[in-house]
């Protein structure tokens, strides 16, 4: 049984993993283990419309991406909400901590 050395990570490596652990926020796991496919479908697409798209389409916009029915885009969007990762004021919005969520997990 031979020793093994550890091989030193180089500076450009270092950085980048230190940078990712800047981005990534401890809830996020937790956040993570509870979204469903269909969930975080769902948000990166609302992340993706902005303001593009008039509050009466944007259901019928991700029932159609997605072959959902109305009732599974509705159960994603309420968890969604109960994530704190949108907010419907006129139409679904991708607020601050959905954003780093994408951020963080998309990286």
Not at 9 to 38: M, N, Y
Not at 39 to 67: I, N, Q, Y
Request: hydrophobic content about 50%; proline content about 4%.
């Amino acid at each position: 049984m031979g020793i093994e050395l550890i091989k030193p990570i180089d500076s450009d490596t270092a950085h980048a993993i230190e940078e990712a652990a800047k981005r990534v926020r401890l809830s996020f796991i937790g956040i993570l283990k509870q979204l469903d496919p269909l969930d975080a479908l769902c948000l990166r697409a609302l992340d993706e419309k902005k303001d593009s798209v008039a509050r009466e389409e944007w259901h019928p916009m991700l029932m159609t991406r997605f072959a959902a029915s109305a009732d599974e885009i509705q159960v994603s969007i309420d968890k969604l909400r109960e994530l704190h990762l949108v907010e419907i004021v006129g139409q679904p919005k991708v607020i601050a901590l959905g954003k780093l969520f994408l951020a963080g997990v998309e990286d």
